[in-house]
């Protein structure tokens, strides 16, 4: 019976495996050598502050 799988026949999966652990092993560590910045967190509480101020300014004028 002959082969009719064709190139596919070959497939090696360790091939892949070895690829993807490598993969794996590999992507914490550039996740961790690079820390997220802190400048857009800072940004956001100050702009949550100023908006927070920004109503209670619009509320106390509406009341006054």
Known sequence: MANTQGPQGNYDPAGSTQMFRAFVDEAPQARQSAPAPAGPRIGLIVG????????AAVAWLALK
Not at 48 to 55: C, L, R
């Open 48 to 55: 949550v502050i100023a908006a927070v101020v920004i109503v």
